[in-house]
């Protein structure tokens, strides 16, 4: 069935409905907590087995943070999230090919909604923000009128671009992607899977990393925005 033509409902909170993204979504994030308890409910010094692999992760993500933002101290204050985001999209695009998930009635990966990628772009709007003004005070309402006043309304401008362009890109990457697998694997369903999934998780990491970097980037821009 085409996206959109059924409302996925599942149960109901009280007078909440609850749809089939939001089920997806608690069980990512039920994984990711379950991972993250396990990897340190007994952490050792000589680190081994899953604590190994998080700290892995854990290093990775917060030295590849510090080389974009150039501030150390600004990348491990906002590499938990970032690292989050990470996680989370990926997981997100990756639950699609799941076996089985396809032929769900309905399913689609929670990134393939508007809804669940706007709410994710908000987040980093607020933390834009949030971050420029703990880390430069009143001074960083002034890059909104740099470099003169007259620009801004384009200053405006551009910040509303920022998290309609995190929303647009990852929604449209993943929504796209899976009409087009949906198609193709109904009309040669033998042939097609092998080299759709190779192609689906090459994509479903780049726009997990695209979304993480711009993030960071956006971030990183505010802090250093009233020097």
């Known amino acids: 069935m085409i996206f959109g033509m059924w409302d996925g409902v599942i149960f109901h909170l009280g007078p909440i409905p609850v749809d089939h993204l939001v089920v997806t979504q608690w069980a990512i994030v039920a994984v990711m907590a379950t991972i993250a308890f396990m990897a340190t409910r007994n952490m050792q010094m000589v680190p ?9 992760i ?8 510090t080389q974009v933002m150039d501030k150390e101290h600004t990348a491990k204050k906002y590499a938990p999230l ?26 689609q990966p929670p990134t393939s909604n508007w809804n669940v990628t706007v709410a994710l772009a908000i987040i980093t ?9 703990f880390e430069n005070g009143l001074h960083y309402f002034g890059h909104f009128v740099s470099p003169n006043p007259l620009f801004l309304p384009l200053n405006l401008l551009e910040e509303i671009a920022h998290p309609l362009s995190l929303t647009v890109r990852l929604f449209g990457n993943i929504f796209g992607e899976e009409m087009i697998i949906a198609y193709l694997l109904f009309m040669a369903p033998f042939f097609i899977p092998t080299a759709l999934m190779g192609l689906s998780v090459m994509l479903g990491a780049i726009q997990a990393i695209v979304f993480t970097l711009l993030s960071a980037s956006y971030i990183a821009a505010s802090t250093s925005a009233g020097h």
């Open 125 to 133: 709007l607020f933390t834009v923000h949030f971050a420029g003004f």
């Open 48 to 56: 081994r087995g899953l604590q190994n692999v998080v700290e892995m």
């Open 82 to 107: 970032l690292s989050t985001f990470f996680l989370f999209i990926i997981l997100s695009n990756y639950s699609g090919l799941i076996p089985g998930a396809a032929s769900i009635e309905g399913f």
């Open 58 to 65: 854990v290093t990775f993500t917060y030295d590849f943070f």
